[in-house]
């Protein structure tokens, strides 16, 4: 098999990963294993769950960590050297994020279009209160002894949201300050 047939098939096995999985980067990684450990046969079932692990461990979302590192390992397994590699890595993060890429810019344009439109408008406004409540929904689910184990982790949260509405501080500043206020407290 060649390098530019192993592109090929890198580009469009993260191409329908990405553009066919619902619900976020960990309902990738079922997808990515079967293609990249039965299908392909590219990585061993071993190499795929340290991929898996260090995609974890790494900042961003873990489906696409997950494709950068299975694009470098699927071409430094064929021999490649570090310029392929690194290409391959290029390769299938490209791919996997290509999908939404393009679903979005569509969007864009159809709500540009339409947003005069009487009924397109109505749809944006009943949409509304369902984000509002999957957004709820997923703060309800945090709020768990995990996440808040004692009053110190209230107290962070209280003021943070306090600092947002009626301060109306920044998201990011608030995530820097209260990522500085927790390494001083605990």
Excluded at 34 to 49: A, K, N, P, R
Excluded at 168 to 184: C, E, K, S, W
Aim: charged share 10%; net charge negative; aromatic share 16%.
């Amino acid at each position: 098999m060649t390098f530019l047939s192993i592109f090929f098939e890198l580009f469009m096995t993260f191409f329908v990963i990405g553009l066919f999985t619902i619900g976020g980067g960990y309902a990738m990684l079922s997808l990515i294993q079967t293609q990249v450990v039965s299908v392909h046969g590219w990585l061993d079932e071993g190499t795929f769950t340290d991929i898996v692990a260090i995609s974890q461990m790494t900042p961003g979302p873990i489906g696409i960590n997950c494709a950068t590192y299975v694009g470098y390992d699927v071409f430094s397994h064929a021999g490649a050297g570090e310029f392929l590699c690194i290409m391959g890595s290029f390769t299938a993060t490209l791919a996997v994020v290509l999908p939404s890429f393009i679903i979005v810019l569509f969007l864009c344009k159809a709500y540009t279009k339409f947003s005069d439109n009487k009924i397109f408008s109505g749809v944006m406004t009943g949409l509304k209160p369902a984000v509002a409540g999957l957004i709820g929904a997923a703060a309800v689910i945090l709020i768990t002894p995990e996440n808040f184990p004692d009053w110190k982790s209230w107290m962070l949260f209280a003021a943070a949201f306090i600092a947002s509405i009626w301060f109306r501080l920044n998201p990011i500043a608030a995530i820097i300050m209260g990522g500085v206020a927790g390494i001083l407290i605990y």
